[in-house]
């Protein structure tokens, strides 16, 4: 009779790789499923829906790109809402000014991505304390010079600019078309953040983030993958800032304030750093939780969140994307447990009936 081999033994027979092939098929299957939900719901859902939904994928964006340079690579930023800020009103003056939908979208990425890499060139070589107070500073200049621009920005009233409406060929209502344009724009950059995570410069901003002088001793320069994260992070807040004016159509300095920052951090940590699909559940959290807290008790919003955060840093410091992984350990201790209490009962009857 042939002996089992253990379950994470490299010389199991080659009949038992059939297991990863099933988990997949089954990734594959919820995937698409969801796909298909998403797709779906607008259609079903009402009005007051549909933009809440938008306004999910408008932050999730926003948390993926604090991501790209907290989660991944390791740096502090607590200026991530600048670039957001900064990407809505450059938004906002493509189309007061009629300029092409695509050539609005270009300038709201690329604008604050030129503003982050200068940015980057000193904070990259800086770390702890200094590159924190480095991005602070971003949102609390960035409000009294919006303020000031009065005419890039509409001074301390702000500045609104409608160009979402749903084309009269596609059937749709408008708030069922901003809900379909944010969800292809950001499925694509979620996308492309996963690829480029999962790649070689993935690999390269994880080394850095645990170690730079291995980084350095591997040929891997921490300043230049820093400065490119940071990059890459401020690019991806402008793109969040171009969903932002789809769907509210508004903004205003209250959009560069600070605390808005400190919401996009705790979304992070709550959904879980360095995790795609944690972004997605900052993004919902960002959302969702503060409505919730509102109906519950107006006065104590802010307890009420701050209490969420610490219980999930206490509870899951992996934030809500590493439950399913918690939970699968949790069940395998649970079993390996059992076995171990069963195996000296089965060995005392092997024992009594020899």
Known sequence: MP?????????????????PRRQRWWTIAIGVALAILLVVAPLVMSISTNQMLARVGVFAVAVLGLNVIMGYTGQVSLGQIFFVGFGAYATAYGVNHDWPVVVTFLAAVILPGIAGLIVAFA???????????VTIALPIIGVPLAKRL???????QGTSARFSDAPAWTGLADDQWQYYVVLVITAACFVLVANLTRGKFGRALAIVKENENVAKSMGISPYRHKVMA?????????????????VVQYTSPETLAFHHSINLLASMVVGGAGSIVGSLLGGAYYV?????????????????QGAILLAVLIVLPGGLASLPHRVRRFVRRRASRDDGSDSPNKSVEQRGSS
């Not at 904070?123 to 107070?133: N, S, V, Y």
């Not at 939780?289 to 307890?303: G, K, Q």
């Open 230 to 246: 940071f990059t890459i992070a401020a690019m991806i807040g402008g793109i969040a800032g171009f969903l932002y004016m789809v």
């Open 288 to 304: 969702f939780v503060p409505s919730v807290t509102n109906e519950i008790a107006p006065t104590l919003t802010a307890l009420i």
């Open 3 to 19: 002996i089992s081999s253990p379950a994470g033994d490299l010389t199991a027979p080659i009949t038992t790789p059939h297991a």
């Open 150 to 156: 009065t005419e890039l920005t509409g001074g301390s």
């Open 123 to 133: 904070a990259a070589r800086l770390g702890g304390l200094a590159i924190a107070m």
